[in-house]
């Protein structure tokens, strides 16, 4: 069985690394999405609640689609799931820059590691976590970008508080 490992912080899921997933699956009959831990250790309900909200947002690609937290090392998380393809999405030149510093960096520890670099579907080329959670700390509706269940848990996090 062919599989590819996803890294990302995934904070949260959009549509746009759905989309990714989706079209990934065209290439290997597995996705491993691996959300990792930030080096400055972030607590572990933050991971188990985005590794939640993936599941919940890949659902629809049923066991095609295995969601893992992981820290440490990537390549080694990769080679833990029996592979050595990494997937990642390009949308901007900035991507691209940080895409390759990361790649080369992994192939220095790893040189049998083998990276599938994707560009973004055009219609979100312009999303990111980052915008996502901008526009719901301050009200804004993210439904047309995400998940029900991730609109649903931003307007939980962002809400009025009672
Ligand atoms: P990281 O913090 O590791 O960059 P992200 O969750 O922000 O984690 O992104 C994970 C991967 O998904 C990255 O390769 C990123 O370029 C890609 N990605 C994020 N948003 C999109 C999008 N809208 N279209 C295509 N790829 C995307």
């Given at each position: ?63 095609r689609v295995v969601v893992k937290g992981f820290n440490g090392l ?89």
């Open positions: 069985m062919s599989k590819v490992v996803y890294p990302g912080s995934f904070n949260p899921i959009t549509h746009g690394h759905a989309n990714l997933v989706e079209r990934a699956l065209y290439l290997f009959d597995q996705v491993i999405v691996g959300i990792g831990t930030s080096v400055d250790k972030e607590p572990d309900e933050y991971l188990s609640e985005r590794i939640d909200l993936c599941r919940l947002a890949l659902g629809e690609f049923g066991d990537l390549v080694n998380f990769v080679r833990s799931n029996n592979t050595r393809f990494i997937l990642r999405g390009l949308r901007t030149l900035t991507d691209y820059d940080y895409e390759f510093q990361m790649l080369e960096m992994n192939r220095h520890l790893d040189p049998e590691i083998e990276y599938v670099l994707l560009p973004t579907a055009s219609q979100w080329s312009f999303l990111s976590s980052t915008r996502v959670r901008e526009i719901a700390s301050l009200g804004g509706d993210v439904t047309a970008f995400v998940h029900p269940a991730v609109a649903a848990h931003l307007a939980k996090l962002y809400g009025p508080k009672n």
